[in-house]
């Protein structure tokens, strides 16, 4: 497998990356000065639920790598409506959608420092600095979404939840994020031997690229705003996400051959810098844990919707949907069962408890 680090080296995919995280750095200093202004101009207000003009007390950055009109960042700007309203406009919210503070990986490093507020990110982005989160995302572990949901609502959700203060991170809620199938541009993947010899693309974490390799695939950890262009310039063969990301970053247009084999239901999180939390009194932080959850119920629902309406929309644009048989399926689980091995021979009871869930 080739590292992380070797996609370094004077590659397409670094030197794109750079150049994305220079736009994302760019685009935070923007938003930072366009912050301290609104700071400054005390007067410029908001108004609350009985029309009185209200100065913010604080006014917070979120950053969201997804479109605006996306489940995650639809959630986001529930929960800073939410937020705005309970506590009578003096917290403020500002969501930046679209990777506009960096990619997902710099983003989570600089809400662990306090340089942004708030984040929805995807579980992925976490488990190369707490390995123990991998056991919420290893692929072909839950049943489907119900199995998924009571791990995550149960108290083996709520014990990862306070795993990531450990990381300087408050947990708030879990948003959804369907399963992930593979689709590649060139030829499409119908048993396992078809892997062999392809690029496909990863999310930024050794667990990922594992799973890909593990496969028989050449794995290509990528920035996700990046994967449009690699599969269009012919970098990588294919890539993985769930429905809405294929249709919303229009994967689908480069990459026709889809396969449905839902090797991995990653979780996404909403979090906030401790050292933002810490700033906030025990009535604002209840405030921001009940708002929190209430988006992600919000979130779920539009996600349910999104996922039908993503697959429908791929498919009448004439994307080529490949069914794994069961027999089929099983070769691919069974490929990927050393990762098991490998990530969780020290945690056996929890990743036992959470098949069980499934059971
Ligand atoms: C999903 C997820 C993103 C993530 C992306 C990826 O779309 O919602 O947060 O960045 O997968 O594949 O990198």
Redesign the pocket.
Known sequence: MRSLHDYGKGSFVKRKKKVNGMSGIVAGIFLLMLLMACGKTQNRGTENTTGTAVVPEYVFTYAE??AEDYP?TQGGYRFAELVKERTDGKIEILISAGAALGD?ISVVEQLRFGGIDFTR??L??LGDVLPKINMLQLPYLYTGREHMWKVLDGEIGDEFLGELESLDLVALSWYD?GARNFYTSTKPIEKLEDFQGMKIRT?EAELMADMAEALGAEAVPLT?TLVYSALQTGEIDGAE??WP?YESMGHYEVAKYVTVDEHTR?P?VQLISRSTWDQLTPEYQAIIRECAEESALYERELWAEREKTAEQKVRAAGCVVVQLSAEEKQRFRDAVMPLYEKYCSEYMELIEKIIAAGE
């Open positions: 790598n997804q995650t997902e990110a995807s992925s982005s994020a999310q996700y996400n769930n990301s990653v996404e």
